[in-house]
């Protein structure tokens, strides 16, 4: 399943990264999703929404924040 959360997350990437954001997954274990993410904090809450709404399995999106340089 973590294949294919970031292939979701790859159509979503190009706009990711033309508001300075980065995302990369981590893992998908038990209905859990951890993410790397660098960026606004909204594009951090549309991430969430868009893997919990294209994967119902997944009922937790933890997001890793990476501190901005």
Known sequence: MMQGVDAHL?????????YGGFVEVLSVDSGVCKVRFKGPRPIS?????????????????????????
């Not at 790859?10 to 033309?18: D, G, Q, S, V, W």
């Not at 809450?45 to 890793?64: R, W, Y």
């Open 10 to 18: 790859e159509i979503l990437r190009p706009a990711i990264h033309n």
């Open 45 to 69: 809450m549309g991430i969430q929404a868009a893997i919990k709404d294209k994967f119902p399995d997944i009922t937790s999106v933890l997001v890793e924040s990476e501190a901005e340089a």
